[in-house]
């Protein structure tokens, strides 16, 4: 049997190592923000891929890129439930990079692996674009204000309504709640309207909300880009 010559690692096999890295290193980072109990495991399995870039040739590189990627896909299927699976993409990503670096590696690996890069970094750039920049362009779609000086419940009654209920506000609101902020006469109130309600009735609505007992600090908000806090 000929034996393979161990060369360096090339540069392509490198490139799609460090491309797996980059399919990890996104969810890693958001959960790690967010404060996550999963995002240890995440950050674990992220700097795991990095291991293959320390072998100097190409046989070294190989077999660290399928240990890896072994691990990684066990551990997204034991982890299922605590959101490892989110390593999975990486690891499908190193299997072709370490074919890649034999040198008898055809184009197959290089399709493979730029495949499942593209899917992956796709599908996490459209999650990105749909949950916070998208977001931040929306029209405002609540009232929030400060209810100081008047219990919930007495607002509530002038509104004829429950306080988790449709309050009789008019103006295109069709609910009303309100959030204790810590004390005995103080509470927030988030009044939410009809998406496309004219700016006229936006503003009556703005006075019919600040003609209420004990209602001060009403502000139009974009509840999905947090605005309302």
């Known amino acids: ?12 096999a490198r490139v799609m190592a460090a491309v797996a890295t980059l399919c990890a290193l996104p969810f890693a ?12 495991g995440l950050a674990v399995g992220t700097v795991a891929t990095l291991l293959p870039q320390l072998a100097v040739r190409a046989a070294g590189f190989r077999w660290a890129c399928w240990v ?6 066990a551990t997204s299927v034991v982890g299922l439930l605590l959101g490892l699976f989110l390593l999975a993409p990486a690891a499908l990503v190193l299997l072709p990079a370490g074919a890649r670096s034999s040198a008898r590696a055809g184009c197959l690996s290089t399709v493979l692996g730029g495949a499942f890069a593209f899917v992956t970094l796709a599908g996490t750039g459209t999650v990105f674009v749909q949950s916070w920049v998208a977001p931040q ?7 929030t204000a ?13 509104l004829d309504s429950e306080a988790t209920g449709i309050p009789a506000l008019g103006h295109g609101a069709i609910s009303v709640y309100f959030d204790d902020l810590g004390g005995q006469q103080e509470g ?4 939410r309207f009809t998406p ?6 936006l503003e009556a609505l703005r006075e019919r909300i600040s003609a209420l007992p004990g209602i001060h600090d009403v502000k139009l908000c974009n509840s999905s880009a947090d605005e309302c806090n």
Not at 68 to 73: H, T
């Open 1 to 12: 049997m000929e034996r393979v010559p161990d060369v360096p690692v090339p540069t392509g």
């Open 137 to 143: 362009f929306r029209e405002p779609d609540v009232y």
């Open 29 to 40: 980072v958001w959960w790690i923000a967010v404060g996550s109990g999963m995002s240890g």
């Open 188 to 191: 927030r109130m988030t009044v």
């Open 146 to 158: 400060t209810v100081d000086g008047a219990p919930p419940a007495v607002v509530a009654r002038e």
């Open 68 to 73: 890896v990627a072994a691990v990684l896909l």
């Open 196 to 201: 496309g309600t004219p700016r006229s009735e």
